[in-house]
């Protein structure tokens, strides 16, 4: 072993670094996140007509409409160009929203496919065309701005191992996975994602356990440990004794657990489908009254078209793409409308611990001198120059503190690493060991127990690993190792509270003692510790239940779940797993948690401004209402008033930029 977490000798040296070439860390996490849909944002004006023809057939349809009725010595064919564009343009969306009815989805568009059956009835085609022309252009403005990655589901399957390799007749044969069969010996390479539940066969194997249990350093593993799928072999090959087949094994149910977490997790109902639910009825209410009072079926088309909810089908929207690009700006991309208005109405922020609370790879903390005579500097700069060899992450840790500390390291000469335990070489002369107690024990028979005592006599070691460093057959020292907090969180935490968030909370498959001392420092006032997925899932779904809209913010493998289960689920894209930033709805392009809490604030934002424009346009809309219900606005001068309440609208909205 190469270190031991301080107070337990015993506990093997394990890391949180990035995982080695074959984990999922090395896919980038937004790599097949483009679809078909977003090619139009890349492309040319041909791109845009073929992905959103309705609404540039309405535009086209009014502009020749009106040249041949004013501007041409044909005036009655321009009525009947905007009627054909009606119904060519509009029956597809009255379709489309009757579909939605359908399947139970009651949503903002409704009062204007009522307004454009009536339209098609009453042979009004230019004020039908204005309602094709809002609501197709409010759904393509929805579509362009916002296209969801390729599917979670596909992103675990396509990490999962395909082949395995087992031992056969003195030789090695590759299978497909599927054809594993308990009791299989299957060796393991460097590198390889463990294809199924297993244990060692025979020796030790080092397996970094971070995509599922958010462990920060690889664990070895002794003959007849058990070790899941999921994980990744960094230490030398191994045989594993499979335990089970690949479809009950660890990261089949992590499959699962997405594909069941993305069926139970109930559709956003977006803010302009909230107030559609009441402000529909009233309309309808108010139409047939109108047309009763009136006698007249124009009056029912012109109490639709005034009452067409365009703050709701196109302000709202653009209120959200402004947020948006805001986002963006910071290296938030959100991939749904919905994520961003659900973001700002969070009840709850729940949080991953490694490589989200704190960076996933350890630093060094503290350098202690055990020996008279030997400096912190000279310490440290003896072990950098025999771990500069080594590609543990502890050793890069060792490498990265000596440089940071300005200690330029003296050459290492005949170095020998032992895989996953420690190194040992010449520097400045002196023959130098540094690694684990049970290593140096092994090495030169020596007993750390007093050196024990004086390393946690220097200060707070719980949640600290240790390396020993020993010279000429002595313990001159220890090095500190912790996986610190990022930059800032404490405050961020502060900020959420001040944002109207409840509950804050940690969840880990880490230690309780790493736990608690991460949001001791983290100052998260509620953490939970040692989780498996299911039940990552399962904390997330408590707290969605007792409180509303809850965010999961997490990395690897073992969040793609709990984020998908999340109301929102926000996945640190920027060095984090693949498949947790296609399982989520907002996605962080920098390693900065603290983003967390500027798309809350955006979300607020963007709610509040939208909602105040809501208040206008319907406001003006009743009043224009109650106006057409007695007769007094034709079809047309109310889809022209509309535009203008429209305008304000959209007025109103670009503030959010």
Not at 168 to 182: F, H, L, Q, S, T
Not at 329 to 356: H, M, N
Request: a neutral charge; aromatic letters at 4%.
């Amino acid at each position: 072993m190469r270190s031991t977490e301080a107070g337990s000798p015993s506990v093997t040296r394990s890391s949180g670094g990035d995982p080695p070439v074959g984990s999922e860390r090395a896919a980038p996490p937004l790599a097949e996140a483009a679809t078909d849909a977003e090619l139009p944002a890349r492309g040319h004006l041909a791109s845009l007509v073929r992905a959103y023809p309705i609404p540039f057939l309405a535009m086209g349809g009014l502009a020749v409409g009106g040249t041949l009725r004013y501007l041409s010595p044909l005036p009655t064919y321009g009525p009947w160009v905007w009627l054909a564009t009606l119904v060519v343009g509009g029956i597809p969306l009255v379709y489309h929203t009757a579909q939605r009815l359908r399947k139970g989805q009651f949503a903002s568009d409704v009062i204007a496919s009522l307004a454009i059956l009536v339209a098609i009835l009453l042979n009004e085609g230019f004020a039908g065309v204005i309602i094709v022309l809002m609501q197709s252009g409010g759904e393509a403005i929805d579509s362009y701005a916002f296209h969801r990655a390729s599917s979670s589901l596909k992103a675990l399957l396509a990490r999962a191992p395909r082949q395995a390799h087992r031992h056969r007749d003195g030789e090695v044969e590759e299978i497909p996975v599927e054809a594993v069969r308990v009791g299989d010996r299957l060796l393991v390479r460097t590198g390889d994602i463990l294809p199924v539940d297993g244990s060692v066969a025979v020796g030790e194997a080092l397996i970094d356990e971070s995509s599922l249990t958010g462990e920060p350093l690889p664990r070895r593993h002794g003959a007849g440990d058990e070790l899941l799928s999921g994980t990744v072999n960094v230490g030398p090959p191994f045989d594993l004794r499979a335990a089970r087949v690949a479809g009950e094994s660890q990261y089949a149910r992590i499959v699962e657990l997405v594909r069941s977490a993305q069926e139970r997790k109930p559709r956003i109902q977006r803010l302009a489908d909230r107030y559609a639910v009441w402000f529909t009825p009233l309309t309808l209410v108010v139409a047939v009254f109108g047309g009763w009072w009136t006698a007249s079926a124009q009056t029912v088309l012109s109490v639709l078209v005034v009452a067409t909810p365009c703050p709701l089908i196109i302000a709202t929207p653009i209120a959200v793409i402004g947020a948006v690009n805001r986002a963006a700006e910071r290296g938030i991309v959100v991939k749904s409308g919905g994520a961003i208005e659900e973001v700002g109405r969070a009840k709850a922020v729940l949080f991953d611990k490694t490589g989200t609370i704190t960076s996933g790879q350890p630093e060094v903390e503290r350098v202690v001198p055990l020996a008279p005579g030997v400096t912190e500097d000279e310490l440290l700069g003896a072990a950098a120059a025999l771990e500069a060899f080594s590609s543990h992450p502890l050793a890069a840790a060792v490498v990265r503190g000596a440089r940071s500390a300005g200690v330029v390291p003296p050459p290492g000469q005949d170095v020998e690493e032992i895989p996953g335990a420690g190194v040992e070489g010449l520097v400045a002369g002196h023959r130098v060991l540094v690694g684990s107690p049970s290593f140096l024990g092994r090495r030169l028979g020596l007993s750390l127990e007093d050196a024990w005592v004086a390393v946690r006599a220097r200060g707070e070691t719980r949640g600290r690993m240790v390396s020993f460093v020993s010279m000429d057959g002595r313990a001159v020292g220890a090095i500190l190792f912790s996986d610190r907090i990022r930059p800032h969180v404490p405050e961020m935490v502060r900020d959420l509270r001040r944002l109207g968030v409840q509950e804050i909370v940690m969840v880990t498959g880490d230690s309780r003692g790493n736990a608690e001392e991460v949001a001791r420092m983290a100052e998260i006032p509620a953490y939970r510790a040692e989780l498996l997925p299911q039940e990552k899932v399962d904390q997330v779904r408590s707290y969605r239940n007792r409180l509303g809209t809850t965010i999961m913010v997490g990395d690897g493998v073992n969040d793609a779940a709990a984020l998908a289960a999340a109301s929102v689920g926000v996945a640190m894209g920027a060095r984090g797993a693949g498949i947790s930033a296609e399982a989520a709805d907002i996605v962080f392009l920098v390693d900065d948690v603290t983003r967390t809490r500027d798309a809350v604030s955006l979300g607020r934002g963007m709610v509040r401004i939208a909602q105040q424009g809501i208040a206008f346009g319907l406001g003006a809309s009743f009043v224009l209402m109650a106006i057409a219900a007695t007769g007094h606005i034709l079809p047309a001068f109310g889809a022209v008033l509309q535009e203008l309440i429209d305008i304000a609208v959209i007025v109103n909205a670009l503030r959010v930029r």
